[in-house]
């Protein structure tokens, strides 16, 4: 590692830090309903959304029919979104043609199951593409469609982690607000007004927003190129700060026009994970006692800086196999320069490191270097990431939700440590809550080894409709345990609603556009229904006193003891896993041997 890469690390972190308070305490007064700078401008409006919705302000649900709202405007978004990708070739701004019968020679087109799997998709907050959407979208699905679910999707994420932070601060009490409400306040006052403005400074620096068609240039040699624009920086803003990840381009935020400056790269990376950072301190403002939020936070920073230094140094010294082409000393070989296979010129290792490692913190798929890349080491971060729920600051609202659940289950560790029964903010945790808590991480734990096993051995006979014949595995670009990382990370990310790959598996096919949709339906509701069951269960109770027997939920003791649970429960969960890819991979390139076929061999 370098100074300069260890720098830059160091100098974000430390900009995160100062926007996580004042952000966090504004969303504590939107979610209280108390008065913000933004309301002589928005209230009215929001006044108006209530009205013509139907929807009582002072009208607070339970928490069945909180999640019977949840779950009825995300099948809602699913059926608009479907439709609207099943539909596009009829409907207006759409200057290529896709789906009209006349589309270009490289479209794909929007298949059933590749909509279905879209939709999911973008439904969950998962954004996970198996198409390119330069060649498969037009304008309209992806502004009305995909950019609206990249707004409503994270508001909904918010509104959950709202609800649960609800069941901690009340007592006696047997609802947790209304989720219309929340959802409407979260897209208002938080959403809105934030992409607007990170909209414009994409603009500004670069970032292309136009209704045109595509651009037709003449190359130096002789032969036009089709150039893509459109409606990208008002697409842009949301899918960072919303966690969704979703790329206009294929090539998602690598592409020049997603992503054109390393300013531009810096403030992405710190979009991503600015809301679910000061959502921490929210928690700690509405429960009354902001130690407890930055108990939270100081946890996800010890893992986030571990990923992130571990997966730098891996890129950084690079690849063993191409020490003749440099330096070799007796303590190590290394690779001169590092690892830049997959990385762009313009961002470098140490940001690229940095972006891999906080995409797969919060649940935002978007890339600025293919991970497929990355030394093996270094793939591993970011997929141990995904595997730890993704509560390393996390997507938006299902990050402190899912730290909160593992703080349940760290809590309830403790308390049999010493023999109590256990306590969170004056909550006694029993037997429903921890429960809902296991059946929250199992459930994703499930999803990604069940599939991922079922993947790696599947066959199909010849003329079968759900793949192309031959093993599932055929879809893959490399063999041996590399190949398996690549499943692995397909169902991992798909399952804990991220939409990153590794890019080396050709997923476009019904069996796995099907079965990926399927892993984030249960990764995304497997999640939130059980962290609102808890939420539930916490505000009917009263609250103890404190005592001397009481483990204090700030320090550094339950900040340690929060990240062991974490890094335990994923390293019991997935250690097996990850020792058939990445881990046996490591040790297989020290011995001179590769499985990547894009550019080196299997060595022997």
């Known amino acids: 590692m370098t100074p300069s890469g260890v720098l830059y690390i160091v100098v974000f972190f430390l900009v995160l830090l100062a926007v996580t308070k004042p952000l966090g305490l504004f969303m504590a007064h939107v979610y209280e309903g108390k008065r913000t700078f933004l309301h002589p401008l928005l209230r009215p409006l929001e006044r108006l959304i209530y009205r013509l919705c139907g929807i009582r302000e002072d009208s607070e649900q339970r928490w069945t029919q ?27 701004f759409n200057p290529m043609g896709f789906s009209t019968g006349h ?3 490289n479209a794909t087109p929007m298949t059933p199951d590749l909509a279905f799997n879209t939709a999911v998709s973008f439904m969950t907050n998962t954004n996970w593409q198996a198409y390119g959407g330069e060649t498969t979208l037009s304008y309209f699905v992806q502004m009305l469609a995909l950019t609206v679910q990249n707004f409503v999707s994270a508001a909904a994420g918010i509104a959950v982690a709202i609800a649960l932070i609800r069941g901690f601060a009340r007592k006696q009490m047997d609802t947790l607000g209304n989720f219309w409400v929340d959802l409407t306040r979260g897209t208002l006052y938080v959403m809105l007004p934030l992409c607007f403005v990170f909209a414009i400074f994409l603009c500004a620096r670069g970032v292309p927003q136009t209704l045109e068609p595509y651009v037709k240039a003449k190359t130096l040699e002789g032969p036009t190129q089709t150039i893509a624009v459109g409606p990208v920086a008002s697409q842009e803003a949301p899918k960072m700060l919303g966690t969704n990840g979703g790329g206009f381009f294929n ?39 902001t130690r407890q939020g930055w108990g939270l936070f100081a946890a996800m920073a010890v893992l986030f800086f571990a990923g992130v230094f571990v997966c730098y140094g891996s890129e950084r010294a690079g690849n063993p196999i191409l020490a003749h082409l440099g330096i070799e000393t007796a303590a190590a070989r290394g690779q001169p320069g590092g690892n830049m296979e997959g990385k ?32 093996p080491l270094g793939g591993l971060i970011p997929m141990f990431n995904l595997q730890t729920d993704e509560v390393i600051f996390g997507g938006t609202g299902s990050g402190l939700y899912g730290i909160l659940l593992y703080a349940v289950v760290g809590v309830f560790i403790a308390g049999l440590m010493v023999g109590r029964t256990p306590e969170y903010l004056g909550k006694k945790i029993e037997q429903k809550e921890v429960k809902m808590a296991m059946v929250a991480i199992i459930v994703t734990a499930f999803a990604i080894l069940v599939f991922s096993a079922l993947c790696s051995v599947a066959k199909f006979p010849a003329h079968g409709y759900w793949n192309p014949p031959g093993p599932a595995t055929a879809n893959l670009a490399n063999d041996g345990p590399h190949g398996f990382s690549e499943i692995l990370y397909a169902f991992s990310s798909a399952s804990e609603n991220n939409g990153s790959a590794f890019a080396g598996i050709n997923v476009n096919t019904p069996w796995y556009n099907l079965l990926l949709g399927l892993a984030m339906l249960i990764g995304r509701f497997g999640f939130m229904l059980p962290a609102l069951a808890i939420a539930g269960s916490l505000a009917t109770k009263k609250k103890v006193p404190v005592t001397s027997g009481t483990l204090p939920t700030y320090g550094a003791l339950w900040v340690g003891l929060l990240v062991a649970t974490i890094v335990i429960v994923g390293a019991l969960t997935f250690f097996p896993a990850l020792s058939l890819g990445p881990i046996v991979e490591q040790f297989l390139m020290h011995q001179g041997k590769t499985f990547s076929m894009l550019i080196f061999p299997v060595w022997s």
């Open 103 to 105: 589309p270009p020679g």
């Open 344 to 375: 762009e010129v313009r961002f470098g290792i140490a940001s690229s490191a940095l972006w891999a490692t906080a995409t797969t913190d919060a649940s935002n798929g978007s890339v600025n270097s293919m991970h497929d890349s990355y030394t």
């Open 251 to 289: 090539a998602n935020s690598a592409h020049p026009f997603e992503n054109p400056t390393p300013l531009t790269n810096f403030m992405e990376i710190l979009a991503i994970l600015a809301i679910s950072s000061g959502l921490t301190y929210t928690f700690g403002k509405m429960v009354g006692d």
């Open 66 to 92: 909180y999640a019977a709202s949840l779950l009825a405007f995300s099948l809602v978004s699913f059926l608009f979104v479907y439709a609207i990708q099943r539909l596009q070739g009829f409907l207006p």
